[in-house]
Nanobody
Framework: QVQLVESGGGLVQAGGSLRLSCAASGSIFSVSDMDWYRQAPGKQRELVAAISSGGITNYGDSVKGRFTISRDNYKNTVYLQMNSLKPEDTAVYYC????????????WGQGTQVTVSS
């Protein structure tokens, strides 16, 4: 069983920055692919950023150039650095451990609220 615990959400003004963290329990983090998703009220959950176990990254079009995903395998933690935040970035942000060839588990964190005021 893997637990994912997000932190770092909060209220920020437009143009500001936040860094989200997601700490994973267990010993499989280094071989796992990790994602950040978000869900705004009344909208579907969308992929924000992804990072493979090998460090390859991918971003949603709406956050390219503003958000950066990274990982620290020694701390079993994945990060999402969010800069130049916009009101439309307001959502609950979820950490996701994605199944891959090395590990078939599929786990979600509880989510952390990010609110960007205009």
């Amino acid at each position: 069983q893997v637990q994912l615990v997000e932190s770092g959400g909060g209220l920020v003004q437009a143009g500001g920055s936040l860094r989200l963290s997601c700490a994973a329990s267990g010993s499989i983090f280094s071989v796992s692919d990790m994602d950040w998703y978000r869900q705004a009220p009344g909208k579907q959950r969308e992929l924000v950023a992804a990072i493979s176990s090998g460090g390859i990254t991918n971003y949603g079009d709406s956050v390219k150039g503003r958000f950066t995903i990274s990982r620290d395998n020694y701390k079993n933690t994945v990060y999402l650095q969010m800069n130049s935040l916009k009101p439309e970035d307001t959502a609950v942000y979820y950490c996701h451990l994605r199944p891959n060839l090395a590990f078939k588990g599929d786990y979600w964190g509880q989510g952390t609220q990010v609110t960007v005021s205009s």
